[in-house]
C-alpha cells in the first residue's frame, strides 16, 4: 500500500468513526465474516448467514441497518426487520453466485416434476439463495436452512417421512446426507441444464434426498491434493474445512463445519496449535489477527470477489448519504414474496 492510499483509509476509517457517532442508536451495522477485516473491524455484529438473521430479527430499537455482505443477506434483513425501518446495502450488486443458480422457473418445473411420482417432498432452501425461492418454501411447506443447522433441517423432514429436496448447493446437500448415513446411490442430483425429462417422470424410487447441482466457486476450489501438501509440509496440523467444499476434501479433512464452527473450534483449540482452514481467506485473516497464540493459515488463498464489492468507501457513503438526508436506493423484497420467506425463515428459527 502506498503512502497515499494509506493516508486516503485512514481518513475514510475515521469518517465511518465519526458517522457513527453521530447516528448512535439509530444505526446498526452486520457484517458477514467474509468481509474485509476493515469493515468487519467497523461493524456492530459480525456472523455468519444464521447469526445475522437471529441478530437482524432483534434490531427493535434501530432505524437504519447497514448490511456488509452479498445481496441475499440484506434480503434477509429486509424480510425480517419491521417495514418503519430502512435496510442499506453497500454495494446491491454484491451478488453470491452460488444463489442465482437456482432460479424461480427452473425450481417450480422441477417441484411439479418431482412432486408429480407421488413422493412426499419437502422443500429445504439453502439461505444462499434469492428471496423468491424463500417464498416458495414458505409456500409449500418447508424452511430454510444454513451450512450450520442444514443438518437439523433435513433430519426434520426426514422425521415427517418426508425427502428433502434441497437447493442450490449440492455439496453441502452431499455432505449433510452422508454425515446422516445417506449413501450417494440413494441421494437424486437434479441438473436444472440437464435432468428435465422430455416425457416420463424423474426415477426417484428408493432416494432419501434430491439436490440441486449448484456449488460455490470459492469452496470447490480446495483440492485434496491441497490437504496432502499442507499435511506433508506441517506434520501435526488440523485441517477444517466448510460443508461447501467437496465431499473428497471433507473426508480428508479433521473437522468440518459452519462458519461460526470454525470460528467457535479454533478459538477453543489449545495454544500453540496448528490450523490450515478451508474457506474464505478474508474470514481466515481476521482468525489469523485474533488467535495469535496458533498458527493459522488458508488451506488455499481462496476470496469471495462478490463479498469483496462491498468497500470501505461505500460503507462510508451510505452512513454519510444517510446523515445528510439524501435519497439512496433501500434494500427492498416484494411484499407477497417478503411474507412467504418471512414463513420459512422463522420456521428454521423455531427448528433450531
Ligand atoms: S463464498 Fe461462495 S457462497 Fe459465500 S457469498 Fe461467496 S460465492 Fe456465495
Redesign the pocket.
Known sequence: MTADSSIRERNIRERIAAARRELGKDLVVLA?Y?QNIDIVRSADFVGDSLQLARIASRQHETRYIVFC??S??AEMARILCEPRQKVFHPEPSA?????EMALIDDVEKAWELLTATGRHLMPVVYV?SRADLKAFCGKNGGFVCTSANAKEAMEYVLSRDAIPFFFP?ENLGSNTAHAMGIPDNEIFLWDPFHDIPDTGLPDIAGKKAILWKGF????VAFRPSDIEEIKKTHGDISVIVHP?CTPDVVNLSDHVGSTSYIKSTIEAAAAGTKWAVG??VNFVNCLRADNPDKLIIPLRE?E????SHVTLLKFLTVLENILEGKDQPEVTVDPGDARYARVALERMLAIT
Open positions: 458477514h467474509y455482505a452479498v441475499f443477506m451478488k453470491c453466485p452460488l444463489a444462499n448447493d460455490c466457486y470459492v469452496h461447501e474457506t474464505e481462496c469471495c470477489r462478490d463479498m
